[in-house]
């Protein structure tokens, strides 16, 4: 069988590294990864650097890739010092969009299906309480969201084209990729580690509702197994879905199994900043990284700490729908506390964290 090109735009991303991987993996894939940082190149996957802020950079470095058949766009600038008015980053977000999607049409004859990954963000979900479960039509919140910009550039350049577009939603995705916004698994695993080091319990940082209150997330494995299902299945055409693990949990209930994975005592939530409380942490954490000999990540790529402010600050139920992925033949799911301890406990086997 010819191999089929797909290119990961944002491929160090917490979901785009785990795309690539996914393709990789396959006999019949070849990869083409985007991103300003240059990734390593082996076997099937080759990366190019770029800016997709620079249009005319960008046009000229993807010139190359007329045998694209799918995009899987996952490239993500975050703005402001708040995940929670991440939503708000319109201008850079839309534009390397356009700019990523126009370059490849451009040149890429035989483009399929553009898959977009959003977010639960699209319901509002970073706002306060929002309807639950979330259904992929329901109604839009107030803008400003950059994923409005996004699917409705998307869909209205899409018309009247013969490649489709899928729009999939997920929720704080789990997976490992230094140097980005947002990634709850090391924001637990660093916190996890740095309290031990300083002979405390694990206590859950956030706000007490938020410890309490239903949550969801998506693990990056999870998530890539569902951008190759939306990329190729005919149902998914021009088409938007949640993607989460498929269940719902509550830190109370997960977080005893955490101190269980770092061999630690959990103790009552006390609500902190971590952003403000863990700014002073880095030379403890270099110090943590020669004592223990760990993978040598500087503590500001390693971990995003506002992401965890805005995760563990959330204290109503977050729960969306994945109905309509499943009765459009999605069908895996993930035990979202098994999932944790799994992460966790690979984090300390890989060194990530002691
Ligand atoms: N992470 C989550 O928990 C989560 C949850 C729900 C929804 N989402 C949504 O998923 C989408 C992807 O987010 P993510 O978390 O996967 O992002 P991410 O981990 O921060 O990755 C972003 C990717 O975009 C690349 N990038 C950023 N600016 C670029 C530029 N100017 N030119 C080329 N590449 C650029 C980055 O690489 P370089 O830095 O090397 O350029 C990286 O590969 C976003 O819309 C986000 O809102 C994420």
Redesign the pocket.
């Given at each position: 069988m010819a191999a089929r090109t797909a290119v990961v735009?944002?491929?160090?991303?917490?979901?785009?590294?785990y795309i690539v991987e996914r393709l990789a993996a396959l006999p019949d894939w070849q990869v083409v990864g985007?991103?300003?940082?240059k990734g390593e190149d082996r076997g099937s996957i080759r990366h190019i650097?770029?800016?997709?802020?620079d249009a005319a950079d960008t046009e000229r470095k993807l010139a190359g890739l007329g045998e694209a058949a799918h995009v899987f766009y996952?490239?993500?600038?975050?703005n402001g010092a708040q995940a929670a008015d991440?939503?708000k980053g319109i201008g850079?977000?839309r534009d390397?969009l356009v700019n990523a999607v126009t370059a490849i049409e451009r040149v890429a004859k035989r483009l399929e299906r553009v898959v977009l990954?959003?977010?639960?963000?699209y319901y509002g979900s970073h706002l306060g309480p929002f309807r639950t479960p979330a259904k992929e039509d329901d109604p839009r919140h107030m803008p400003p969201d950059?994923?409005y910009d996004?699917i409705d550039w998307l869909t209205a350049h899409q018309s009247g084209k013969t490649w489709t577009w899928t729009e999939l939603?997920?929720?704080?995705?789990c997976g490992f990729?230094p140097?980005?916004?947002?990634?709850?698994v090391p924001v637990i695993a660093v916190y996890a580690a740095i309290s031990r080091e300083l002979g405390l319990p694990l206590r859950f940082p956030g706000k007490p509702g938020a410890y309490r209150a239903i949550y969801q997330v998506?693990d990056s494995t999870h998530m890539a197994n569902a951008a190759l299902w939306a990329a190729s299945e005919p149902r998914c055409a021009n088409q938007a879905y949640n993607i989460t693990d498929g269940d719902y949990f509550r830190w109370i209930n997960l977080w005893p199994r955490i101190a269980e994975v770092f061999e630690m005592p959990h103790a009552e939530p006390q609500t902190i900043s971590l952003v403000a409380h863990m700014a002073d942490k880095g030379p403890l954490w270099d110090a943590m990284t020669r004592k223990y000999g760990l993978r040598p990540h500087r503590y500001e790529d390693i971990v995003a700490w506002p992401?965890g402010d805005y995760v563990f600050g959330c204290d109503w139920d977050v729960m969306t729908s994945t109905t309509k992925a499943r009765r459009h033949g999605f069908h895996d799911v993930v035990d979202s506390e098994d999932m944790f301890v799994r992460l966790l406990a690979q984090f300390r086997a890989e060194r990530i964290v002691p």
């Open positions: 735009v944002g491929a160090l991303g917490v979901i785009g590294r985007l991103s300003r940082r650097p770029v800016d997709l802020l996952c490239a993500f600038q975050a991440y939503a850079v977000n390397m990954v959003t977010g639960t963000k950059y994923y996004q939603r997920p929720q704080t995705l990729a140097g980005t916004a947002m990634s709850i998506t992401f």
